[in-house]
């Protein structure tokens, strides 16, 4: 089935030790986000790519990179993370247009140590 | 952008209809309706979506009053297994340009 993965499903990494999580899909969607969720609160969004077109909410900290090398792989990169990035890291995807939907992965739990 | 208010939690019983209304005051001539689920430790799944008036898919209604300020999320019959957050999200231009907000989300809980 056409889907949204995210890779790993649970990553542990050390306080300033630089971390990749990777999503990936199959529904050819030109749209690809990333969220932040941490625990009890709803998903935040961080940034989200337009085909090659890279957009940066306002807030996001520098901390938070990400690539899209092509139109299926996403990945998030996270510098230096720290304890306050200890969080679900979800992946979504949509067509382009008016009146779409985002398709989401299951997600990726960060702990930082 | 619009702001969404939702009631932070619910119960229910098994077989109920539950409604859950949304709040978006300052909703804008193209932003969207739409409403995910989401279950513990797993992404938020799409559920219904709309503009105006009513639609309905094999989930759930979604009723849009004609100054569109609200709206109300109705899932008929409920089981266990609808236990799940739910938001409410405004889309501008329906979700592909970005600038989604999830408000704080509906807790509900079906209890047997």
């Known amino acids: 089935d056409a889907m949204v993965i995210q890779n790993p499903r649970y990553q542990v990494t050390q306080f300033g030790k630089p971390v990749t999580l990777s999503c990936s899909q199959t529904?050819?969607?030109?749209?690809m986000y990333w969220y932040q969720q941490k625990s009890s609160q709803a998903p935040k969004l961080l940034f989200h790519y337009y085909d090659k077109d890279f957009n940066n909410e306002a807030d996001t900290p520098d901390n938070f990179q990400s690539r899209r090398p092509n139109t299926s792989f996403c990945f998030l990169d996270i510098r230096s993370p720290g304890l306050g990035d200890a969080a679900m890291y979800l992946c979504a995807t949509s067509r382009e247009g008016v009146g779409v939907t985002q398709y989401f992965g299951p997600g990726t739990r960060l702990t930082v140590l | 952008l619009a702001k969404t208010t939702q009631p932070i939690s619910m119960d229910s019983y098994e077989g109920q209809e539950v409604n859950i209304t949304c709040s978006h005051n300052?909703?804008?001539?193209?932003?969207?309706i739409t409403w995910y689920q989401q279950f513990p430790s797993q992404g938020p799944r799409f559920i219904i979506q709309g503009y105006k008036t009513k639609v309905t898919n094999e989930v759930a209604s979604l009723f849009i009053p004609a100054d569109r300020k609200s709206s109300t999320l109705s899932l008929p019959r409920v089981s266990l297994s609808d236990t799940a957050v739910y938001y409410c999200l405004i889309d501008p231009y329906g979700g592909s340009q970005g600038n989604l907000i999830f408000g704080k989300g509906t807790k509900l809980s079906v209890k047997p």
């Open positions: 300052n909703i804008a001539t193209n932003d969207y």
């Open positions: 529904l050819n969607h030109n749209v």
